[in-house]
């Protein structure tokens, strides 16, 4: 691979040649701001937050989208830097409202962030304001585009993740909105509901409806697992608060999907609360099942299953197995049927 050395803040740098000013400075342990930036979406340059100085380039321009070249010096903390990201974070929030402190997306907000990082608490520019309503018609997210900073994340991904080309932009200047095409309620529009664009949205302009009012985002603890509802083997995150289920996280390190979701795997985890879910082991007695503790419901299978193997021999069991479970989880049955049972009669749903 080709590379390209480069200097940012003085420091001599490698990157691949036709790599970004922002992923060189990534490589080297440099972090820039950035809004409208993904490293699963197509680079835009919309936000300009990630502006930086390069010697002899009297602009400042957008890293994210600037190719590096040999012998570059690219400075990300100039004077003119700094102002220039202040400048924009004021342009930002002057048509933002300032609900941090209700705000559902407070902690994981990008914005919020980076106006702490920059001292910024309000905009010195006036001007006529958004008003719109909020969304609330899908069954999963909450859309309110008095938040959306336009950094077009939501377009992208709803198109490159998904590819179901659901939102769009709409209407020009300061009426300019993210939104599904003819502007129409999510509900309304050909929204799958996989929840992408909840997943890239840097600010509160979209939530997830189940989580709103649960908790902020530092009370919430992640644990990673796999989605049930099919063979892909999907990994997400379960959002806990005070040990319940709240809702579901995307993992960027997930190996087999990254951030991607199906509307199952990110909006259908309410059945673990169902009412009608069994929560305890049931064993029949005199033709009726009662409640029994594990350790009382394993000692009966292990009983019964040797009395049947005893009796019949192996080849009387057999094991069959789901594509819901995981492959470690399938890997142990057969082992259970073919190292204990002593038979290989093992069968898959998915086989065909």
């Known amino acids: 691979m080709e590379m390209v050395n480069l200097y940012i803040n003085g420091k001599e740098v490698g990157a691949p040649a036709g790599s970004t000013i922002l992923q060189a400075a990534e490589l080297a342990g440099i972090q820039i701001p950035r809004l409208c930036y993904d490293p699963d979406l197509s680079a835009l340059g919309a936000c300009r937050l990630c502006v930086v100085e390069v010697k002899g380039n009297r602009l400042l321009p957008a890293s994210c989208v600037t190719p590096v070249m040999p012998g570059m010096e690219v400075f990300t903390e100039s004077p003119a830097v700094i102002e220039a990201r202040r400048t924009i974070l004021e342009l930002l929030v002057a048509n933002h409202p300032l609900d941090c402190m209700t705000c559902d997306k407070l902690g994981d907000c990008k914005l919020a962030d980076y106006c702490y990082q920059y001292g910024i608490k309000e905009s010195p520019f006036v001007g006529e304001k958004h008003d719109y309503l909020c969304d609330d018609s899908n069954p999963f997210i909450i859309r309110d585009l008095n938040k959306c900073i336009l950094c077009g994340a939501c377009v992208r991904a709803c198109e490159e993740m998904t590819g179901q080309d659901n939102l769009s932009y709409l209407y020009r200047g300061f009426d300019r909105k993210a939104t599904t095409a003819g502007d129409v309620p999510y509900a309304e529009s050909d929204c799958v509901f996989c929840g992408q664009c909840v997943a890239v949205c840097p600010t509160g ?92 419901a394993y000692d009966l299978i292990a009983a019964r299953f040797n009395e049947i193997k005893n009796e019949y021999g192996p080849e009387s069991f057999a094991a069959l197995s789901s594509a819901r479970c995981t492959n470690e989880e399938n890997y142990l049955v057969q082992k259970f049927t073919r190292a204990y049972m002593g038979t290989n009669n093992v069968d898959h749903c998915a086989r065909t």
């Open 205 to 296: 302009a979209l939530t997830e409806k189940t989580m709103a009012g649960q908790a902020r985002r530092w009370e919430i603890d992640r644990v990673r697992t796999t989605c049930p509802f099919c063979g892909t083997g999907c990994n997400f995150d379960l959002a806990l608060k005070d040990g319940k289920v709240i809702g579901v996280l995307s993992n960027p390190e997930s190996p087999v999907n990254g951030r991607s979701l199906c509307v199952k795997g990110r909006f259908g985890w309410d059945y673990i609360y169902n009412e009608k879910r069994l929560t305890t082991p049931l064993i029949k007695k005199n033709g009726q099942f009662e409640p029994a503790s594990w350790d009382e």
